[in-house]
């Protein structure tokens, strides 16, 4: 049977909750915002109170007899080429937890980019996987990561035969794509499966013009958040399963461990109304975000002292296989200021926020939520800036160590470093010390030092100068970086 996609099965379940006047004895407390505080109903707007009912029990009956969230999630799919779809109400640093422990369990190998977001260490630390790190590909000349090749990934399994399968980041926040092709095969041929975290690709099905999608490359797992590209709610992230690696009844298990009882029916509606949206006009609405994109690339170019990173910066031999053009990704070194100091003075004095920043860029993403009057908004705001900057001060330096120097060496289990004895010791004597917290830049977030990594002084001089610059780093134990927690000298 062929799927309607004029369907929207949590939307109109939402609906006829309310046409038929439904009353529940049942959380949420607010009762369809009637006890909800009247300023904060000002401030929120009853739509969002009136949207806020129990899935189970309330959006459908107790024993989910109206398969609401099972349609939606086979629609979507449908859509995107799955086999099958799982809805997630807590971002994909949930879903991406589930997918590495339907494939991996505690002190079993996975290989990993070592460009992976900060939960999927998280997800290391909470099951006691053994991660085998793979190297991204690195451009020197402009301290970046892009995906590892296939390459790296054969290697890695010629010299770890036994790890049970492989997770990548492609899309990277910065818009470099892997050959997703090329390292399913590498995977396959073992076999074992590939989890390719998509937070970043929600869009991708949706136009050919967009870097390939992991469900038609051949990846087994992947993870999207609806929320960062789409039009789905914060937290509203899917994950999508194809092939015979992983059954899903057990990802759907392990899911379950992660998962909330009481998930939020506003982001399974985020989730379903922006699979129909994208099903039936997906095609035009991201050729309409292309071209916008294109346009905002060209004149970007144009301003003195701004360079937009292209295609032919990301792509060629040795660098990343694909691209996505809509995050914007601005070098700023001709201006001779941070992305620190640029978003600062953005959201200052123009009101405008960009997405990324580091030591020499600032992203920012275009989506099919933007029309000229808003990108027209952020050309003024960046010509404004590139008149502004020699009058923003000297840029404060940070120490940015080269490729090899970035890399420490991961000399423990990052649970055991993790939850073993800790010490913190001073920023100027903890190199050689056994790291047992994540610190991690934020955006993009990906962990600069991980629990059992060797602290090295290259990567110390990196977050203590960073720091110095403005960057954000949201999980160490002492945000000032005077101390950095560390394995205990016994358990070392
Ligand atoms: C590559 C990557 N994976 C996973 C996540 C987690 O996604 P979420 O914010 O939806 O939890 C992020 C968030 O930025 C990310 O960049």
Redesign the pocket.
């Known amino acids: 049977m062929t799927a309607d996609h004029t369907r929207a099965p949590v939307l109109e379940a939402l609906v006829d909750y309310r046409r038929e006047g439904r009353l529940s004895f049942t959380p949420p407390g607010h009762k369809q915002a009637r006890g909800a505080d009247p300023a904060v109903r000002e401030v929120l707007g009853d739509a969002v109170f009136l949207g806020d009912v129990l899935a189970t029990g309330g959006l459908d009956d107790r024993l989910t007899g109206g398969r609401v969230l099972q349609r939606a999630q086979e629609l979507m799919a449908d859509a995107v080429h799955a086999e099958h779809t799982f809805f997630s109400t807590c971002?994909?640093?949930l879903s991406?937890k589930a997918a590495m422990l339907a494939v991996a369990g505690p002190h079993e190998k996975l290989l990993i980019g070592r460009d992976a977001?900060k939960?999927v260490v998280s997800g290391l630390i909470l099951s006691g996987i053994e991660p085998v790190w793979v190297e991204p590909r690195w451009d020197a000349e402009r301290h970046l990561a892009h995906p590892p090749s296939a390459e790296e990934f054969e290697k890695a399994f010629a010299a770890h035969p036994d790890a049970k399968g492989a997770l990548i980041?492609s899309p990277t926040?910065y818009g470099a794509g892997a050959d997703l092709r090329a390292v399913a095969e590498v995977c396959h041929r073992r076999p074992v499966p590939l989890i390719v975290?998509e937070?970043?690709g929600a869009h991708l099905p949706f136009h050919p013009e967009l870097p390939s999608w992991a469900m038609d490359s051949g990846a087994d797992i992947c993870v999207t958040?609806i929320?960062?590209m789409g039009s789905g709610l914060e937290?509203g992230?899917v994950f999508h399963l194809r092939g015979e690696l992983v059954p899903p009844k057990l990802l759907g298990m392990r899911a379950d461990l992660l998962g909330t009882t009481s998930p939020s029916a506003l982001i399974f509606a985020g989730l379903d109304g922006w699979r129909r949206q994208m099903a039936l006009r997906g095609r035009e609405i991201m050729g309409a975000a292309l071209d916008l994109a294109a346009d905002v690339r060209a004149a970007v170019e144009k301003i003195d002292g701004m360079h937009v990173e292209d295609r032919d910066d990301f792509c060629g031999p040795g660098l990343a296989h694909d691209f996505d053009p809509l995050p914007v990704v601005i070098d700023l070194d001709g201006l001779g200021i941070t992305g620190f100091q640029a978003a600062d003075w953005l959201r200052a004095r123009r009101g405008v926020i960009a997405h990324l920043t580091d030591h020499r860029r600032i992203g920012a993403q275009i989506t099919h939520g933007d029309d000229r009057e808003t990108t027209g908004e952020l050309l003024a705001a960046l010509e404004d800036l590139a008149r502004a900057a020699p009058g923003l001060g000297p840029a404060a330096r940070v120490a940015v160590p080269s490729p090899s120097e970035l890399r420490m060496a991961q000399v423990r289990l990052p649970r055991d470093a993790f939850f073993g004895p800790t010490e913190d010791v001073p920023l100027d004597r903890a190199a050689g010390r056994v790291a047992a917290e994540m610190i991690t830049p934020y955006?993009?977030?990906i962990p600069a030092v991980l629990p059992g990594e060797r602290l090295t002084e290259p990567v110390l001089r990196y977050l203590s100068s960073g720091l110095a610059a403005g960057m954000y780093l949201p999980d160490p134990s002492d945000p000032q970086l005077e101390t950095i927690r560390v394995v205990a000298r016994e358990a070392g």
Do not use: Y
Request: aromatic share 6%; no cysteine; net charge neutral.
């Open positions: 971002g994909s640093s991406v977001h939960s980041t926040p975290d937070a970043w958040s929320h960062k937290q992230s955006p993009p977030g």
